[in-house]
């Protein structure tokens, strides 16, 4: 049996992040509901969790701007 990974992240902005992981990364969309989406990043499930107030913008921040 293999071991299943589920890693949950807060971003700031949901279809960014989507775009990113899918369109820069490589994974694989999966199941995408209002507030969140999943992806499979070589094998494991991430959650890209709308909340952009749980994101830091502090030093040693990446942001797009």
Known sequence: M???????????DLTEATEFY???LG?????ARPGFADV????MQVTLQD????????PGAVTSE
Request: aromatic letters at 6%; charged letters at 20%; a neutral charge.
């Open 2 to 12: 293999q071991p299943i990974l589920h890693l949950s992240l807060p971003v700031r």
């Open 22 to 24: 899918v369109g820069t």
């Open 27 to 31: 994974c694989e969309p999966a199941r």
């Open 40 to 43: 499979i990043f070589f094998g």
């Open 51 to 58: 909340r952009p107030d749980e994101v830091s913008s502090g």
